[in-house]
C-alpha cells in the first residue's frame, strides 16, 4: 500500500499565481463590496462578478452571501436566481441556465480529488444547471454534474450523476422520485 503525501512538495498546487492573486482580490471584492451590499443590489453584484470575468445574463438574481470561489468560471443566464448562502465552488466552469434557481445552503462543487493518486491531484468537472432548472435548499450538486432542463434537486439531495430533463430527484445518493409536470396557466378574465 502506498503512502498519501500531501505536502506541499509532493504536491504543488495545480493553480497559477495569477489565479492566486487574482482570487485574493476578488476575495477583497467580495468581503468589502458583495457582502455588505444591500439585499435588493443585484445590479450591483452583477456588476462586481462581471468586473472578474462572469458572464451574467439580465436580472439575474444574485444575493449578497452568495460564495463564489472563482467568478470567472462562473455563467448564469437570465432571470436566474442563487438564494443566500449558496456556495459555488467553481474551480471548474458553473453554468445556470435562464430562469434556473439554486436555492439557499446549496452547494455546487466542480472540484474533487482523485483518491487513486497518492498525491491526492485535484481533479475537476464543470457543473450544469439548465434552464427552468430547480436546485433545492441545501442540495449538493457534485462535480461533473447536469441537471437537465426543468428538472428538480430536491432538498439535501445528494446529486452526483446527471438528471435528465423533467425529473425530480431526492435522497443520499438522489434517485429519481417522479417527473416534473407543471400545469397550464389559468386563463385570465
Known sequence: MSQIQVDKQHCPSPHTFAN???RIAWAVVWFFLFRPSPRLCYRWRRWLLRLFGASIGRNARIHNRVQVW???NLHVGEEASIAHDVDCYCVDRITIGNHATVSQYAYLCSASHDTADPHMSLTTSPIVIADQAWVCAGAFI???VTLGEGAVAGARAVVVKSVDAWKIV???PARIIKDRVVR??????
Open 20 to 22: 492566486k492573486l487574482a
Open 170 to 172: 431526492a435522497g443520499n
Open 70 to 72: 472563482a467568478p470567472w
Open 184 to 189: 397550464a396557466e389559468k386563463a385570465g378574465p
Open 142 to 144: 457534485g462535480p461533473g
